[in-house]
């Protein structure tokens, strides 16, 4: 059985920072590459950042280009994303999804994903 599940989300202010994990298991990593997306309330789900672990490849939205970092611990079966300088529009429902990877694929986009968590809550106050 696939199952991710992501934790860390909060609340933080303006400027702050949270790392968010996306446990994963019944996936391989070198199969899969792993993103993160999120969904604001009344907005479409947009991609934010992919890692693939077979070739190293690592894709940002530009909105969040210079202020999150995603990495895995491929040992712990384990996706990061690291948010700096958090902003109030970056306030959403983070959520991350496994994609059967080829490297023609856009990683950014939620249509080309096969798994996905339930979600964790990401509240920036100004």
């Known amino acids: 059985e696939v199952q991710l599940v992501e934790s860390g989300g909060g609340l933080v202010q303006a400027g702050g920072s949270l790392r968010l994990s996306c446990e994963v298991s019944?996936?391989?990593?070198?199969?899969?590459?792993i993103g993160w997306f999120r969904q604001a309330p009344g907005k479409e789900r947009e991609g934010v950042s992919c890692?693939?672990?077979?070739?190293?490849?690592?894709d940002y939205a530009d909105s969040v280009k210079g202020r999150f970092t995603i990495s895995s611990d491929n040992a712990k079966n384990t996706v990061y994303l690291q948010m700096n300088s958090l902003r109030p529009e970056d306030t959403a429902v983070y959520y991350c999804?496994?994609?059967?990877?080829?490297?023609?694929?856009?990683?950014?986009?939620?249509?080309?994903?096969?798994?996905w968590g339930q979600g964790t809550q990401v509240t920036v106050s100004s």
């Open positions: 890692i693939s672990s077979s070739d190293g490849r690592i």
């Open positions: 999804a496994g994609l059967r990877y080829a490297g023609y694929v856009d990683t950014l986009d939620q249509y080309e994903y096969d798994y």
């Open positions: 019944g996936l391989r990593f070198d199969d899969f590459a």
